[in-house]
Nanobody, 121 residues
Framework: QVQLVESGGGLVQAGGSLRLYCAAS????????MGWYRQAPGKQRELVTT???????NYADSVKGRITISRDNAKNTVYLEMNSLKAEDTAVYYC???????????????WGRGTQVTVSS
């Protein structure tokens, strides 16, 4: 029904930058919020940032000032610009989208498979 595909992860040195991408496709009528979560080894998945269809954003305190989320509603794509990366940012980053399908009036969350971000110190 809906597929989310992330890209842009990789290995970067501390202090460096990465840009993640997530494109949603399928039987999409409209997407409400989109965002990113991450899961580090041995830890629970945690919220990184979200953005509404109107552009309102929310950030975890740990990433404020270093990470910027943006989206292109026409392309059903969300972006994550990460700067001043730290070793503790190392995790698998998952994209999500709150989607209403063409065949339904209900919204539900869809998730990507994740992309690895590794920050070396």
């Amino acid at each position: 029904q809906v597929q989310l595909v992330e890209s842009g992860g990789g290995l970067v040195q501390a202090g460096g930058s990465l840009r993640l991408y997530c494109a949603a496709s399928g039987s999409i009528f409209i997407i409400d919020s989109m965002g990113w979560y991450r899961q580090a080894p041995g830890k629970q998945r945690e919220l990184v940032t979200t953005i509404t269809s109107g552009g309102a954003t929310n950030y975890a305190d740990s990433v404020k000032g270093r990470i910027t989320i943006s989206r292109d509603n026409a392309k059903n794509t969300v972006y994550l610009e990460m700067n001043s990366l730290k070793a503790e940012d190392t995790a698998v980053y998952y994209c999500y989208a709150n989607v209403r399908l063409r065949t339904s009036s209900a919204y539900r969350d869809y998730w990507g498979r994740g992309t690895q971000v590794t920050v070396s110190s």
